[in-house]
């Protein structure tokens, strides 16, 4: 079992920036790589970031490319999310989630083994 928690998340201005955090805890957790995903109201869950365990690759949805950076430390235990130049569309609960092995499928939900709970993330006008 990995638990995950996230947090960072809260409301800021469009052209503004928030470093969104995501613990972990249980299994090694340089044994997982690490995703982002984001929900809109009455939308998908959708991809937004993804890095391999040791930070050999990264991976982005085109709408965040140059905007978001994932990173990770796994003497911490946590992966980041930074996120800058935010636009009012970038409103979502940001949701980070750990797979054992997502080859070169990143980008899709059920690779992923364990889910946090979400954080909030608003972008006003």
């Known amino acids: 079992q990995v638990q995950l928690v996230e947090s960072g998340g809260g409301l800021v201005q469009a052209g503004g920036s928030l470093r969104l955090s995501c613990a972990a805890s249980?299994?090694?957790?340089?044994?997982?790589?690490m995703g982002w995903f984001r929900q809109a109201p009455g939308k998908d869950r959708d991809f937004v970031a993804a890095i391999t365990r040791n930070t050999e690759a990264t991976y982005y949805a085109d709408s965040v490319k140059g905007r978001f950076t994932i990173s990770r430390d796994n003497v911490k235990n946590t992966v980041y999310l930074q996120m800058n130049s935010l636009k009012p569309e970038d409103t979502a609960v940001y949701t980070c989630?750990?797979?054992?092995?997502?080859?070169?499928?990143?980008?899709?939900?059920?690779?992923?083994?364990?889910w946090g709970q979400g954080t909030q993330v608003t972008v006003s006008s």
């Open positions: 989630a750990a797979s054992a092995y997502f080859g070169g499928t990143y980008s899709a939900r059920w690779v992923y083994d364990y």
């Open positions: 249980g299994h090694t957790f340089s044994s997982y790589s």
